[in-house]
């Protein structure tokens, strides 16, 4: 998500994890719209040699709330079949290389969390929860200001042995990313959220951290500004 707010997914309470839930929703939708607008388009013509024309998106979407560590690691899974409808109602292939091509991949990953970070933020607009932004290797992600940096260490044991794996070593992008495949481990049979919640919230003892007393005392003080 390129912004850490899943400190406060996995030992905040159930309204706390819905309302996050909900941006997320929220921008994933907005970047949908984006790539439609933007990348939204297929060949006609002879071999696809022909002019432009406008292609609506087909797609499906799956939010996943952990990462193979079973770390707490909301994510969006997009995805994009080779193929949309005309504004004729007839179907086209779509013209991916316009997506994949130079750095609009980037520029997908700065909407969403752009997005994620203003939709978290109306979200929990009278808690006056506030985001301090940090700039990473493609752009710039967000953090949740107070939340301690060494239980978001804890929470994110993958993210290090990922980095302990490539950083140092001349890598392209498909060898970085044959690293990750190696290094990822295998998906559990059955994940029980609510035991999740538990052990996530064993670690966050050890930091003194309460979610809940957090979010409170960010909405007493937002209330007396």
């Given at each position: 998500?390129?912004?850490?707010?899943?400190?406060?997914?996995?030992?905040?309470?159930?309204?706390?994890?819905?309302?996050?839930?909900?941006?997320?929703?929220?921008?994933?939708?907005?970047?949908?719209?984006?790539?439609?607008?933007?990348?939204?388009?297929?060949?006609?013509?002879?071999?696809?040699?022909?002019?432009?024309?406008k292609l609506d998106l087909i797609y499906a979407t799956f939010l996943h709330m952990t990462n193979r560590k079973i770390e707490p690691k909301l994510h969006v899974h997009l995805v994009l079949p080779n193929a949309g409808l005309k504004e004729d109602g007839t179907g086209g292939t779509l013209d991916s290389e316009r997506i994949l091509k130079g750095n609009f991949k980037f520029k997908i990953g700065?909407?969403?969390?752009?997005?994620?970070?203003?939709?978290?933020?109306?979200q929990f607009k009278e808690y006056g929860l506030t985001l301090d932004s940090y700039e990473i290797e493609h752009g710039t992600a967000y953090r949740v200001r107070g939340v301690p940096q060494g239980l978001c260490d804890d929470y994110s044991t993958r993210h290090y042995d990922i980095r302990a794996r490539i950083d140092g070593r001349k890598l392209t992008a498909k060898q970085?990313?044959?690293?990750?495949?190696?290094?990822?481990?295998a998906k559990p049979d059955s994940i029980n959220l609510n035991d999740l919640h538990k052990e996530w919230a064993k670690v966050a003892q050890k930091h003194g951290f309460d979610a809940e007393v957090f979010i409170e005392k960010s909405r007493k003080l937002h209330q007396t500004q």
């Amino acid at each position: 998500g390129g912004i850490i707010i899943d400190v406060l997914f996995a030992l905040g309470p159930v309204w706390v994890r819905r309302k996050i839930i909900l941006a997320y929703h929220q921008a994933t939708d907005e970047v949908i719209q984006f790539i439609n607008r933007e990348r939204g388009y297929t060949r006609t013509g002879a071999g696809g040699k022909g002019p432009r024309t406008k292609l609506d998106l087909i797609y499906a979407t799956f939010l996943h709330m952990t990462n193979r560590k079973i770390e707490p690691k909301l994510h969006v899974h997009l995805v994009l079949p080779n193929a949309g409808l005309k504004e004729d109602g007839t179907g086209g292939t779509l013209d991916s290389e316009r997506i994949l091509k130079g750095n609009f991949k980037f520029k997908i990953g700065q909407r969403f969390r752009n997005s994620l970070a203003r939709h978290f933020c109306h979200q929990f607009k009278e808690y006056g929860l506030t985001l301090d932004s940090y700039e990473i290797e493609h752009g710039t992600a967000y953090r949740v200001r107070g939340v301690p940096q060494g239980l978001c260490d804890d929470y994110s044991t993958r993210h290090y042995d990922i980095r302990a794996r490539i950083d140092g070593r001349k890598l392209t992008a498909k060898q970085k990313q044959a690293e990750v495949l190696k290094s990822r481990p295998a998906k559990p049979d059955s994940i029980n959220l609510n035991d999740l919640h538990k052990e996530w919230a064993k670690v966050a003892q050890k930091h003194g951290f309460d979610a809940e007393v957090f979010i409170e005392k960010s909405r007493k003080l937002h209330q007396t500004q």
